[in-house]
Structures are given as structure tokens and as C-alpha cells.
């Protein structure tokens, strides 16, 4: 009997996506069965047929500052000047391993609060 774990790395497009699946058999331990990157929806779909579990690693939302910025902009209200940069692209967790893991978020994660502010500064 054997058991399948598949581990996505999920990007906002498929050459960024990888996963490795996982199978373990009895009495031999853990075998890594698929390795792959630039994977799109399809391909992950085949990897997670049969899988006992999928774990993803993703950004599931943005920063509550920025969100909270960019809902109140769709309104009319104005680009909240007095909030600082750094909570507008970072989130809680981001901020908590600083500043070892900054180096590694992707630059359009990291910094889409810039042209948004932008925008908005210039609308006002």
C-alpha cells in the first residue's frame, strides 16, 4: 500500500509554479515520484489525482493596509498618506521573519502598492 503528498509552490503564473509529489510505501520510506516546474492548472490537476494530501505555499491576500487603502480609493476617500510604506506591501507574516526572508519576495509581491499609490495621488 502507498500514500501520495503533493507539495505546490503556486506563482501567479505557470512558469513560476512548481510541486513535488511525494509517495510513501510501506517499509521503503518516502520516494520523490514527480519533480516539475511550469506547471498550469492542468498539469496540477493531474499531479493531485490520488493525492492523501496537497499542501500550497501562496500568498493567499495582500496586506490588510493595502487593502484597506485600495477599498477606501474605490470609494473616492483619499490615498491614506500617513500610512507607512512598509505596511502597505508587507503582511503580518512578511514583517515577523524580516529581515532575513525580504531578500526573497517576489519584486511584483513586494512592491504593488507603489503604482496604486501612485495612481491614487495623482486622481486626488
Same mark, same amino acid.
Given at each position: 500500500?502507498?500514500?501520495?503528498?503533493?507539495?505546490?509552490?503556486?506563482?501567479?503564473?505557470?512558469?513560476?509554479?512548481?510541486?513535488?509529489?511525494?509517495?510513501?510505501?510501506?517499509?521503503?520510506?518516502?520516494?520523490?515520484?514527480?519533480?516539475?516546474?511550469?506547471?498550469?492548472?492542468?498539469?496540477?490537476?493531474?499531479?493531485?489525482?490520488?493525492?492523501?494530501?496537497?499542501?500550497?505555499?501562496?500568498?493567499?491576500?495582500?496586506?490588510?493596509?493595502?487593502?484597506? &487603502?485600495?477599498?477606501?480609493?474605490?470609494?473616492?476617500?483619499?490615498?491614506?498618506?500617513?500610512?507607512? &510604506?512598509?505596511?502597505?506591501?508587507?503582511?503580518?507574516?512578511?514583517?515577523?521573519?524580516?529581515?532575513?526572508?525580504?531578500?526573497?519576495?517576489?519584486?511584483?509581491?513586494?512592491?504593488?502598492?507603489?503604482?496604486?499609490?501612485?495612481?491614487?495621488?495623482?486622481?486626488?
Amino acid at each position: 500500500m502507498s500514500a501520495a503528498y503533493l507539495g505546490i509552490d503556486l506563482a501567479a503564473q505557470p512558469a513560476g509554479t512548481a510541486a513535488c509529489r511525494l509517495v510513501f510505501r510501506d517499509g521503503a520510506g518516502a520516494v520523490v515520484e514527480e519533480l516539475r516546474a511550469g506547471l498550469d492548472d492542468d498539469a496540477l490537476d493531474t499531479l493531485r489525482a490520488g493525492a492523501r494530501v496537497v499542501g500550497i505555499d501562496s500568498p493567499f491576500g495582500w496586506p490588510r493596509a493595502f487593502t484597506a &487603502a485600495v477599498g477606501a480609493w474605490a470609494q473616492r476617500a483619499e490615498w491614506p498618506a500617513e500610512t507607512d &510604506a512598509r505596511s502597505l506591501r508587507l503582511r503580518a507574516t512578511d514583517l515577523e521573519v524580516q529581515p532575513a526572508a525580504l531578500a526573497a519576495l517576489a519584486r511584483e509581491e513586494g512592491w504593488i502598492h507603489l503604482p496604486a499609490g501612485e495612481l491614487a495621488a495623482l486622481e486626488n
